[in-house]
Every structure is written in structure tokens, then in C-alpha cells.
């Protein structure tokens, strides 16, 4: 079904609006979706398939609102936000990645042991997206 053309108009004229709000909608999301699942993990004490999920979502959802915010910001800053959420994007692909690993070898020490390392990366997580809000405001 076709776009009628004022439609397309009008998004073209919200459209950095429109990217703004994704993005802002999407590093919720990457809060939300990072935190039940390592919180779920810590509270369980143990890393279940269910807490990956939430890992590889969390991590979807904030590289999605980065790359937006990137495109917008048409460049990228040398400062606290944009080392950490550099480091902090690496590191949540890691622990994905590290998760992933733990889960298929089904080694339960790794597992057991692993939530005091997703609660490291959740905090450095929480680095660049508090500052981003405080640093754009």
C-alpha cells in the first residue's frame, strides 16, 4: 500500500525529530531490556538462556540509538560520554558474546560466577547514558 505524498512531506519535515525520539525510545529500551536481564541473572544467581536474550536485545536496542544519535550528531566528541559509550558498547558485545560462550559450553562455574561481571558492564553502561542526557540537555 502506497505512502500518500503528504505523509512523506510531513515526515521529511519531522524527520531529525522523528530520530531524535527513536533514539531516545531505543536507549530506553537498552535499559530496560540490559537490566532485567543482569538483574534477573544476579537475582537468580545463575545465567539462564533467558538472561541472553535480554543481553543480545539490550545491546540491539543501544546500538541502534547510538548509530542514530551518531548520524545526528554528524561527528564524534572526545569526552567522558563518548569514551565510555565507546567502551561501553565494546564491553556489552563482549559480555554478550562471553554469555553466549557460557550458555552452548554449558559450564556451570562460568555461569555461576559470570553475574559479577555483567554487573560491571552494566555499570559502566550506566556512564554514558546518564551523562548523554545530562551533557544534551
Keep these: 500500500m502506497p505512502v500518500p505524498m503528504k505523509g512523506i512531506k510531513y515526515f521529511k519535515q519531522l ?5 531524535i525520539l527513536i533514539s531516545i525510545i531505543s536507549m530506553i529500551m537498552a535499559l530496560i531490556c540490559y537490566s532485567i536481564g ?3 541473572e544476579k537475582l537468580s544467581g545463575k545465567l539462564k538462556p533467558w538472561n541472553l536474550v535480554f543481553f543480545w536485545v539490550g545491546l540491539t536496542f543501544d546500538t541502534t540509538g547510538t548509530t542514530i ?4 550528531s554528524k561527528h564524534f566528541v572526545l569526552n567522558i560520554h563518548g569514551v565510555t559509550g565507546m567502551a561501553a558498547i565494546l564491553l556489552m558485545i563482549f559480555h ?6 557460557i550458555l552452548i559450553k554449558k559450564n556451570e ?3 555461576k560466577d559470570f553475574h559479577r561481571f555483567s554487573l560491571v558492564v552494566w555499570s559502566i553502561w550506566l556512564i554514558p547514558f546518564f551523562t548523554g542526557m545530562i ?3
Excluded at 69 to 72: E, F, P, S, T
Excluded at 96 to 101: E, G, N
Design 15 to 19: 524527520g531529525g525529530y522523528m530520530l
Design 38 to 40: 543482569v538483574w534477573g
Design 69 to 72: 544519535m551518531g548520524i545526528l
Design 96 to 101: 554478550a558474546l562471553w554469555a553466549t560462550y
Design 109 to 111: 562455574k562460568l555461569a
Design 135 to 137: 551533557l544534551n540537555m
